[in-house]
């Protein structure tokens, strides 16, 4: 069974660029027609997809987000990074590394997908 792990810092500052890692094991991100995603949710909010990366290395974003949203790979290590830039306090939210089967995601979870466990994000000077 495919297992995801984010790590990352839990404070980020105003107007800094936010970095998160998410290690994969029990699966490759290389195999299988997944999308490797980035979703949050916020207080009282449901989930807002980011962005994915699939198995070729091809990228996925939310035009929401697009303008300040990177995603990429690291496949020596089986893992998938997120760059978000330019962070506001309105960013602070739960982050999620996920499995998906596929796109446009809604606003909540699909069984079958998986997910890490999140990592709690502030953004606050």
């Known amino acids: 069974q495919v297992q995801l792990q984010e790590s990352g810092p839990g404070l980020v500052k105003p107007s800094q660029t936010l970095s998160l890692t998410c290690t994969v094991s029990?699966?490759?991100?290389?195999?299988?027609?997944?999308?490797w995603s980035w979703i949050r949710q916020s207080p009282g909010k449901g989930l807002e997809w980011m962005g994915a990366?699939?198995?070729?290395?091809?990228?996925y974003y939310s035009p929401f987000l697009k303008s300040r949203t990177s995603i990429s790979r690291d496949t020596s290590k089986n893992q998938f990074t997120l760059q978000l830039s330019s962070v506001a306090p309105e960013d602070t939210a739960v982050y999620y590394c996920a499995r998906i089967r596929s796109l446009p995601y809604g606003s909540s979870w699909l069984p079958g997908d998986y997910r890490g466990q999140g990592t709690q994000v502030t953004v606050s000077s």
């Open positions: 990366i699939d198995a070729s290395g091809s990228t």
């Open positions: 029990g699966g490759s991100i290389l195999s299988g027609y997944y999308y």
